[in-house]
């Protein structure tokens, strides 16, 4: 698939997305990681600072990524409020279990800003 265009709204999500998983990542999980990376677009341009992720985050972010450019709604509702519910079973699981750690590390951190429109 060709690389395609983003809104900004799509890139202030997804820079989103790859913080939330990023800081988890780095808070919970040892061993190898590698740079994050996406075939459908080009994320240095989202994200200048690389992501580094071990496998299963790198999979929950594509996965997220993946669902974020193919939402149908726009403009995007919370995910909790969508009728779509792209996320299930595990991926479901997991992403609250990252929206909540990291979103409760940024709250330690002082960025809150980019929490109020973000929670699944
Ligand atoms: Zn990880």
Partial sequence: MAKRRISKKEKEDIGVLMKFVGIYCRENHEGEKAPFSFKLLNIQEIEEKEVSLCQDCARLLTYGLTMR??????????????????????????????????????????RVDLLYHYFV
């Fill in 69 to 110: 450019m193919k939402c149908p709604h726009d403009p995007k509702p919370m995910c909790k409020k969508c009728e779509t519910q792209c996320y299930h079973g595990d991926y479901k699981s997991k992403i609250r279990e990252v929206m909540k750690f990291s979103g409760m590390y940024m709250v330690k951190h002082g």
